[in-house]
């Protein structure tokens, strides 16, 4: 199974202030058909999971330009550029390039 | 628009068997595979497998293998997940998650199930 390691696991932000969350995965997610299938899904409190990001870097509908995606191969990062107080939850990247899917541990994201 | 909508919370007893039902609309049905995915209590998320609602093709995680089943109805737009011989530490909460377009894996989640395993 793809051991998908994220860093950090809490993360105190300064309202205004940028965040930025690392994925690794134990093997590379670029699939035989060139995709790259990597997520971010943020979870608020007592919400279901949300898609933010999928494929590295495509916003999904209605996500704020303010969250971006990025990396290759094995190494991905998820970035807010200002965080809001409706950005704190814990954020999970997830892959879909080989099942079984799996979930980086999540990253808590609070305001100090 | 798109909406999935799962059946309500269950307490069952260890041993017992749990289906959970995952009722979409606003998309067509048979066109897109759907994941369950599982939380336990303060804790992260688990992928448990995927089913493709056109075919019926499914993909379990290995830790469920024979204890689990997902199947659909096309006809009610539902699927379910059934786990069988239930321990307590299965008590969590149960998402059904669409798999999107475009390779916008789980772009849309039911609210939750909440599944309880208590003697």
């Known amino acids: 199974d793809i051991v998908m390691t994220q860093t950090p696991l809490s993360s105190p932000v300064t309202l205004g202030q940028p965040a930025s969350i690392s994925c690794r995965s134990s093997?590379?997610?670029?699939?035989?058909?060139?995709?790259?299938?990597l997520s971010w899904l943020q979870q608020r409190p007592g919400q279901p999971p949300r898609l933010l990001i999928y494929?590295?870097?495509n916003r999904f509908s209605g996500v704020p330009d303010r969250f971006s995606g990025s990396g290759a191969g094995t190494d991905f990062t998820l970035k807010i550029s200002r965080v809001e107080a409706e950005d704190v939850g814990v954020y999970y990247c997830?892959?879909?390039?080989?099942?079984?899917?799996?979930f980086g541990q999540g990253t808590k994201v609070e305001i100090k | 628009q798109v909406q999935l909508v799962q059946s309500g919370a269950e307490v069952k007893k260890p041993g017992a068997s749990v289906k959970v039902s995952c009722k979409a609309s606003g998309y067509t049905f048979a066109s897109y595979g759907i994941s369950w995915v599982r939380q336990a209590p303060g804790q992260g998320l688990e992928w448990m497998g995927w089913i493709s609602a056109y075919n019926g093709n499914t993909n379990y995680a290995q830790k469920f293998q024979g204890r689990v089943t997902m199947t659909t109805d096309t006809s009610t737009s539902t699927a379910y997940m059934e786990l069988r011989s239930l321990r307590c530490d299965d008590t969590a909460v149960y998402y059904c998650?669409?798999?999107?377009?475009?390779?916008?894996?789980?772009?849309?989640w039911g609210q939750g199930t909440l599944v309880t395993v208590s003697s």
């Open positions: 998650a669409r798999d999107g377009e475009m390779g916008a894996t789980t772009d849309y």
């Open positions: 093997q590379s997610l670029v699939h035989s058909d060139e995709n790259t299938y």
């Open positions: 997830m892959q879909a390039t080989q099942f079984p899917w799996t």
């Open positions: 494929k590295i870097s």
